[in-house]
């Protein structure tokens, strides 16, 4: 995606790239409506102020289904996040991003995975049958989850380390912890 981009990636097979797309310095497209799959790197990759509307893609088989970092802020709705060997999202270095309607899971590691400086809203997504947590916080992160469906991951349903996020309204269960 080029700098300052807007426009729209819709209706695409992804695959066996770095990154699937990643939208960096003010980019704003909209990305829907694809299958993005065999990435080195992240599906989606948002850095250095990206941001975007990304819905209804169907991401899988890839290190990170989607980075977002550097004052980026995507709104991520209805995506199908699956079989990821790192985690479903990670958010970190001052990234953020809204999360609302999607399924992460069958991961090898976490659902999502907030490293330091992230601070996302996760709100009512399906986070199940991960190798790692549900919701893993390092130190120094922050978010808000809420009204998530958690169940089925081998750790804990949220694991928090040294960080104070705001977390209320959700059902974890069948997560078997350390």
């Not at 003010?26 to 850095?47: D, K, M, Q, V």
């Not at 990206?50 to 004052?71: A, P, Y």
């Not at 060997?85 to 953020?96: E, L, M, N, R, V």
């Amino acid at each position: 995606m080029s700098r300052d981009g807007l426009g729209t990636i819709t209706k695409n097979v992804i695959t066996s790239a770095l990154d699937g797309v990643c939208v960096e310095s003010g980019g704003y497209p909209t990305i829907e409506a694809n299958h993005i799959s065999g990435c080195s790197r992240a599906g989606l990759r948002f850095l250095s102020s990206g941001h975007g509307e990304v819905k209804n893609n169907i991401i899988f088989d890839s290190v990170t289904g989607i980075v977002i970092g550097e004052l980026s802020n995507p709104n991520v709705d209805s995506n199908y996040i699956r079989n990821m060997s790192y985690a479903g999202a990670c958010i970190g270095d001052k990234g953020t991003g809204t999360f609302t309607n999607n399924e992460l899971y069958l991961g090898k590691g976490d659902g999502f995975r907030v490293e330091k400086g992230g601070f996302p809203l996760i709100e009512r997504n399906k986070i199940f049958q991960n190798s790692g947590a549900g919701v893993y916080f390092e130190p120094e992160a922050g978010g808000k989850v809420v009204k998530n469906d958690i169940y089925e991951c081998s750790s804990n349903g949220i694991y928090i380390e040294n960080c104070p996020p705001q977390v209320h309204d959700n059902k974890i269960h069948h997560c078997l912890g350390n």
